[in-house]
């Protein structure tokens, strides 16, 4: 007898924490299925359905003080959108969505500062990314300047993933004015915040969007990255190579000869950035002298070697044997006097000086700090 009952308390203590870690998903569940594959706009009934496991997951959600039951609730809310987003199911549920997220992002931004609000922002966040959808957009323009880093992350993440570039690109769901609005955000966010992490994504964006607008966001990124390259205060250096290889892209795809000099221009300055810090920052920790050689070598295989005739990947045989770079980095670049290769071929210069005369080389970086360079810590404050 006492055994059985030892079972049954069991039972229902597991029963217990089952429904606490979840929203019935028996509705929700039918309703896509019905509903998801058709072309069959959801009646009274099945908004209902959707409107209830909406409210219940979101206020689960934001009671919970557990993380591990917070993150069950929101794949379900992911779960539960299908695979089929242009379904009328799919806009329907995240229309929904739109709605209690609102609500959610709203109440929990008037919280007090802590762990518990951290958590629930972090994780709507995420939801919105996860759920990949346009009608959601307006919802995390505004947190790009949230205190918190994943916050920021994962906005910039949601405004920039493929599907949300596919949206927006499509004929049947693009909207200019929310892409504009999206692309001010974001430059808005790489002028102001001093963020590594978000910056591929935001880089893979502006390539593939490949507009006038959207191709403005690596110019700023090009210039933000020099300027902490002339400063000597640059971190992360990996995430170069995925810009260069961007603007790289977009050589051909932009003809206007004052944004090609705009393009070209930044490229050469920041990939001479690049091979300057490693020719000049003796002192470096070993991971970012590591990372200027993946960037270095990256780079010249993708772009310079297809753009210089006859350039063999001389860096990178430099590299291997570790011989100095001076004479390729100045039959590349060029020096104060004379035109290198990239600008010779590709009919670019590097601006104008104080003076006002024209640059034929990049600006050289200054000597190099004694001090070593702290290494950066930041990547692991992003992961999901």
Not at 119 to 130: A, D, H, K, Q
Not at 246 to 264: H, I, R, W, Y
Not at 297 to 315: H, L, R
Request: aromatic content about 8%.
């Amino acid at each position: 007898m006492v055994k059985n009952r030892c079972a049954q308390l069991c039972f229902l203590v597991f029963l217990m924490s089952f429904s606490a870690w979840s929203v019935d998903t028996t509705q929700i569940e039918e309703v896509r299925s019905k509903l998801a594959q058709s072309n069959t706009q959801p009646d009274a009934a099945a908004l209902q359905v959707i409107d209830n496991f909406w409210r219940k997951s979101i206020d689960q959600m934001m009671l919970t003080e557990d993380t591990d039951e917070m993150v069950t609730l929101r794949q379900d809310l992911e779960k539960f959108k299908g695979e089929n987003s242009l379904s009328f199911y799919a806009s329907t549920y995240l229309k929904t969505g739109h709605t209690h997220l609102k609500v959610a992002i709203d109440t929990v931004g008037k919280w007090q500062q802590n762990a518990k609000k951290v958590n629930v922002e972090r994780n709507l966040m995420i939801l919105i990314t996860r759920l990949g959808g346009v009608e959601l957009a307006d919802l995390v323009m505004g947190k790009l300047s949230d205190v918190d880093l994943m916050v920021r992350y994962w906005a910039v993440r949601s405004l920039t993933g493929k599907e949300i570039i596919s949206q927006l690109k499509s004929d049947v769901t693009g909207d200019e004015k929310l892409t504009a609005q999206i692309i001010s955000a974001l430059e808005g966010y790489l002028k102001n915040s001093s963020d590594t992490l978000p910056l591929p994504f935001a880089a893979d964006f502006a390539a593939v969007m490949n507009t006038t607008a959207s191709r403005k966001l690596l110019y700023v990124m090009a210039d933000r990255r020099i300027e902490a390259y002339m400063k000597w205060a640059v971190t992360d250096e990996t995430i170069d190579a995925g810009i260069l290889k961007n603007m790289g892209k977009l050589f051909s795809a932009v003809t206007d000869p004052a944004e090609k000099q705009e393009l070209l221009s930044r490229f050469g300055q920041l990939y001479s950035c690049v091979v300057q810090r490693y020719m000049l920052g003796e002192n470096l920790p070993q991971s970012a002298k590591d990372q200027l050689v993946t960037v270095i070598a990256e780079v010249e295989d993708n772009i310079i070697s297809k753009q210089i005739p006859g350039w063999m990947s001389k860096f990178r045989i430099d590299l291997s044997k570790n011989m100095p770079m001076d004479k390729d980095y100045e039959f590349l670049f060029g020096t104060a006097e004379r035109a290198g290769e990239l600008a010779g071929r590709l009919g670019f210069n590097y601006g104008k000086n104080g003076s006002g005369k024209i640059r034929v080389s990049p600006i050289s970086l200054p000597p190099a700090p004694k001090a070593s360079v702290a290494e950066d810590t930041s990547k692991t404050a992003a992961q999901p």
